[in-house]
């Protein structure tokens, strides 16, 4: 399948970022299948991933209706405190041009709309552009960790960003007015 092929090309490219195990275009695209079939958020610790699909944009595979750039990723925490933790890849020939400011925010949009009273997330304290997404989204910087990751690229520190429902909402109300 197309979108297969669009989003393991660029989840290949944020491993290091992500902190995820470098994987071969076979084993992506086999996680990426996997990922795929995670649709519900019922127990702690589910997550679902969803695709960032650019229309009129042609895909690598077979896709038709738009090429997948991107990939977000919506993870119950705990449903009894209503916490959820978001991630976001944008793939790099992509960047740079607001979609993932676009993508985040709907996320926030599902999120809340669901439910979730606290949505953070887990940045790369050496990620200038996560960073960046997370203030213009308006998510405070909460906690940074110093070492807590270890990945090909070694040990790395990460920040926790996060915002609550309300402040999102009223994010969005100023936005919109
Ligand atoms: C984090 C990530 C998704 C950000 O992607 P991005 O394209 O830089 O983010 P945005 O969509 O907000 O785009 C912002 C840029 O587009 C520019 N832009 C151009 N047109 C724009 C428009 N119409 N609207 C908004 N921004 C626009 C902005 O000026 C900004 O440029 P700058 O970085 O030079 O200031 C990307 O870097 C990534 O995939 N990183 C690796 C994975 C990762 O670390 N994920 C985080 C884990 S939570």
Redesign the pocket.
């Given at each position: 399948m197309g979108w297969v092929a669009d989003a393991a090309a660029t989840v290949r490219w944020?491993v290091n970022?992500?902190l995820w195990p470098l994987r071969d275009r076979e084993a992506g695209a086999e996680h990426t299948e996997l990922r795929a079939r995670q649709r519900t958020l019922a127990a702690d610790g589910e997550a679902v991933a969803l695709a960032v699909v650019l229309p009129g944009e042609p895909g690598l595979g077979s896709g038709r209706g738009g090429r997948v750039i991107?990939d977000l990723t919506l993870i119950l925490v705990s449903a009894a405190h209503a916490q959820v933790a978001?991630?976001?890849?944008?793939?790099?020939g992509?960047?740079?041009?607001?979609?993932?400011?676009?993508?985040?925010a709907a996320l926030l949009d599902l999120a809340t709309g669901l439910g979730a009273h606290r949505v953070a997330?887990?940045?790369?304290a050496a990620?200038e552009?996560?960073l960046?997404?997370c203030a213009?989204l308006g998510m405070r910087r909460e906690a940074p960790f110093r070492q807590d990751r270890y990945g090909d690229t070694g040990r790395r520190d990460t920040v926790i960003h996060a915002l609550t429902r309300d402040e999102w909402l009223a994010a969005r109300a100023t936005s919109a007015g």
């Open positions: 944020a970022r992500v991107g978001v991630g976001r890849v944008l793939h790099p992509f960047q740079g041009r607001g979609y993932a400011h676009e993508a985040a997330a887990t940045v790369d990620d552009p996560s960046a997404l213009r």
